[in-house]
């Protein structure tokens, strides 16, 4: 493809040689072949952008990479274009323009065209946020809409994955706190994403990521409670996006953001949650202890993957605090900030032996008022700080038993495993999902309508919080009663010691 005199790749928009792939991004321009419905190589859209290859397509548009002639940089093109009402053939057809299938449906095209730029809007607001794609320009052409953003020079997580595996816990946290800073910040404005997933967050070369397509992006104060257009991705979509009058808000995209990360940590894409809500089996991050993360971290993710929108965080600032408030009180997120760590914990401690004994005697002079933490319900002391006290000034660090205490809580809590759901499993395979979660088990038969070998109740219930080791009750089937005659003589005792054995509970041994 030829522009201002230059030959350029359609792949990357950067210098082609005559001979070969492409040298920067190693694509062979003569096997590129679009399908008739996306605008061919060359096209110039608003007498500005020259398009090239398509970068991807959905169900509401189908996006190119594009030369920006007037300002001379790579761009992002997205062009309005649900499937469901146009299409066109720019091979045998009519040229560029899309048409309608049904004049029927012009107005809600018309509509739907306004919602468009209303995403254009929605993004233009985030420019300079960090975590977000940036809106350049909008137009209307070809009967349909587009909009022009910054080019994001990186993949999708999703193929990030696919191709080079699962990432570390610290990976995950340090690529993602900007993302829920931005999101944070996306809400503020009253705007909930609503398509959240590995295709739409991309990882730039520099290992940051930004969040783009806000195509399904709506605003949380109009009235959510009406028939809207069902919109779900699955692994990824909480189960009120799966109904037409489901309630939706922030904690719609706390469950995709979190499943998200699940992905990444895991390399496994989630159970969709419709499916999880009949009955959940999907492994859980707190049992995989090879993972980067403390068990509060896992726990984090887990819960803003609860099925029931109550269950979750309800906001991305509560995630955020339950990811990272470990990390502000000293310890790194990933690999960054080693050194400024030490340098801050020297400081620290210089500041301690200070001021620590001016600090204890002044403050402990002063009544203790008791709060109420708006997020966990739990009582701390909050002491009222004399107006010159020095913003570095911390708590003397003293070793008392309630310290002791406190720490062989924490020992303890690392222990605890959480119970899965076995019942309806066969038993052998309950036993396999009780050795994983590092439990022993205890075997009762008993007579039932249920095929023989099913477990039919369980003595803990799902989601508990026991310690390794711990035993649970699975009374499993044994079958129907069968009729049998009754014996002509007396049983021996030695025969009816043999029938007590067979009925014996079993216990299963972990290691």
Request: glycine residues 8%; aromatic residues 8%.
């Amino acid at each position: 493809m030829n522009i201002n005199g230059t030959n350029v790749c359609i792949g990357c928009m950067k210098p082609l040689e005559k001979t070969g792939g492409c040298s920067f991004c190693g694509m062979k321009q003569e096997e590129y072949n679009p399908i008739p419905r996306c605008l061919l190589p060359g096209t110039k859209v608003a007498n500005r952008y020259i398009l090239g290859k398509v970068l991807g397509e959905g169900s509401f548009g189908i996006t190119y990479i594009g030369w920006d002639e007037t300002l001379g940089i790579p761009v992002a093109v997205k062009e309005y274009f649900p499937s469901e009402m146009v299409s066109r053939d720019v091979i045998c057809g009519n040229g560029n323009e899309v048409y309608l299938y049904e004049n029927s449906k012009k107005d809600r095209y018309q509509e739907d065209l306004k919602k468009f730029l209303n995403e254009a809007r929605c993004l233009s607001k985030f420019n300079e946020v960090e975590g977000i794609v940036s809106v350049l320009d909008f137009f209307y052409e070809n009967n349909t809409a587009y909009i022009v953003m910054q080019f994001i020079d990186g993949v999708s997580v999703k193929e990030y994955v696919r191709e080079k595996g699962k990432m570390s816990g610290s990976q995950v946290l340090e690529a993602m706190g900007p993302v829920l800073l931005a999101l944070e910040r996306v809400h503020g404005a009253g705007i909930v994403h609503r398509d959240i997933s590995p295709d739409n967050i991309m990882i730039k070369k520099d290992g940051s990521l930004v969040l783009i397509d806000f195509g399904a992006a709506r605003l949380r104060n109009i009235d959510n409670t009406k028939t809207m257009t069902v919109l779900f991705k699955r692994g990824f979509s909480p189960e009120e996006q799966y109904r037409y009058k489901g309630r939706w808000g922030a904690y719609t995209d706390v469950y995709s953001i979190s499943a998200t990360m699940y992905f990444m940590l895991t390399g496994v894409t989630p159970t969709d949650s419709v499916i999880r809500a009949l009955g959940d089996d999907m492994p859980s991050l707190v049992s995989m202890k090879e993972l980067e993360l403390s068990v509060k971290q896992r726990k984090a993710i887990m819960k803003g993957m609860a099925v029931n929108a109550q269950n979750r965080w309800q906001s991305i600032s509560e995630l955020h605090e339950a990811l990272y408030k470990e990390e502000q009180s000293g310890k790194p997120v990933g690999n960054k900030g080693k050194w400024p760590a030490f340098c801050a914990c020297v400081a620290i401690t210089v500041l301690v032996a200070v001021f620590g004994s001016w600090w204890y005697l002044k403050a402990s002079s002063k009544k203790s008022n008791v709060t109420k933490s708006p997020e966990y319900g739990t009582t701390e002391v909050v002491r009222k700080l004399p107006a010159n006290t020095p913003l570095a000034t911390v708590e003397p660090m003293i070793s008392t038993p309630e310290v002791t205490e406190k720490k062989v809580a924490v020992t303890k809590e690392k222990e605890k495993t959480e119970v899965p759901d076995v019942v309806g499993l066969k038993v052998s395979r309950a036993k396999e999902k009780l050795k994983k979660s590092h439990l022993k088990y205890k075997i009762k038969y008993q007579e039932s309508e249920k095929k023989k070998g099913l477990v039919l109740s369980q003595s803990v219930k799902k989601g508990k919080m026991l310690s390794y080791n711990a035993t649970i009750s699975l009374t499993v089937s044994k079958g129907k009663a069968t009729v049998t005659p009754a014996p002509t003589k007396k049983p021996s005792s030695q025969n009816t010691k043999k029938k007590e054995t067979k009925d014996m509970d079993f216990v299963g041994v972990i290691q």
